[in-house]
């Protein structure tokens, strides 16, 4: 017996027709009486009763009926289910990230996502990005959303640009460069300075190093702080300026701080980071989305 068996049986007794059974099925009437006759000899019962003009359908056949449609319903869910699993509807997604650069679409985007994947469990880490790589690297998360790390190049993951932000200056309200347009980086050199530790991003911290010394002056660093956001609440106590991303500005500028750009202009990486040969379906219809939203332009601007 095959499914073919099943097939023939349930579109015969459907129909009480051999005749209509072949049109339904488009194959030939004799086919259909071979299959039948084989399937009542495995089964070793009669499924029809036929006479010359009527054929109905015995209890045997009223049984096997109702349980050939139902095995039917459940192999047409349980194909559109695994089609869904190769598409990357089912499953988990594990998504790392770091905070203040992701704020302004990942909300969006995940939004998206469940609405594409409804069924896909999402696990979110926030991390920094060294450890969003090494998370990644180690395959303790599918995609991460980060910056580039020194040793990136190494790691020989996917790389797909998102932005390159400028760096600016977080200047407190009761500094006298509030009112300017920018600041070049060359006046830094004898303003106390808040950075993100190093350790907390190597990329970050290595950039702004650069900068100043292309300005030719070496930094003073007044305070390295391990988040990012309390750069902030020690310019807003006065305590120096800070530098940061641009992200900075657009998602947590408040009365007491305001970014001013540096020039000349320096900016910083983020990017989407995967393991290609690890890549679950769930991921890749993930990633898809995100290439979507750059290639349209839809990432840095909120949907009207």
């Not at 099943?6 to 030939?28: D, G, H, K, M, T």
């Not at 660093?221 to 807003?236: D, F, K, M, Q």
Request: glycine letters at 4%.
């Amino acid at each position: 017996m095959d499914l073919r068996h099943f097939r023939y049986f349930q579109a015969i007794a459907e129909e009480l027709s051999f005749s209509r059974a072949a049109r339904r099925l488009n194959v030939v009437q004799p086919a259909l009486s071979r299959a039948i006759k084989e399937l009542e000899a495995e089964l070793d019962v009669e499924l029809l009763a036929r006479t010359s003009r009527v054929i109905t359908l015995t209890p045997a056949g009223k049984a096997l009926l109702d349980d050939t449609s139902q095995m039917f319903e459940r192999l047409d869910q349980t194909i559109r289910r695994v089609r869904r699993a190769a598409a990357g509807q089912v499953g988990e997604l594990r998504l790392g990230y770091i905070g203040p650069p992701t704020q302004r679409f990942l909300g969006r985007v995940l939004e998206e996502y469940k609405r594409r994947c409804p069924d896909v469990t999402v696990h979110l880490e926030e991390r920094t990005p060294e450890r969003v790589w090494e998370m990644v690297a180690k395959g303790r998360l599918d995609i991460g959303l980060t910056r580039p790390v020194l040793a990136h190049a190494s790691l020989s993951m996917e790389i797909l640009p998102l932005r390159d932000e400028r760096l600016c200056a977080a200047i407190p309200r009761s500094h006298p460069w509030t009112d300017r347009k920018t600041v070049s980086w060359a006046n830094l050199a004898a303003q106390p300075l808040i950075i993100l530790a190093r350790r907390e991003g190597a990329g970050l911290y290595d950039e702004i190093l650069a900068a100043c010394r292309e300005a030719g002056f070496t930094p003073k660093i007044a305070h390295a702080p391990s988040l990012i956001g309390t750069i902030l609440r020690y310019v807003e106590s006065g305590s120096g300026i800070g530098l940061v991303p641009e992200c900075l500005a657009e998602t947590d500028q408040s009365a007491r701080w305001t970014a001013v750009r540096l020039t000349p202009a320096r900016t910083i990486p983020l990017v989407m980071v995967w393991k290609k040969e690890r890549e679950e379906p769930p991921a890749a219809a993930f990633r898809a989305l995100v290439s979507e939203w750059v290639r349209d332009k839809k990432l840095w601007v909120p949907d009207p």
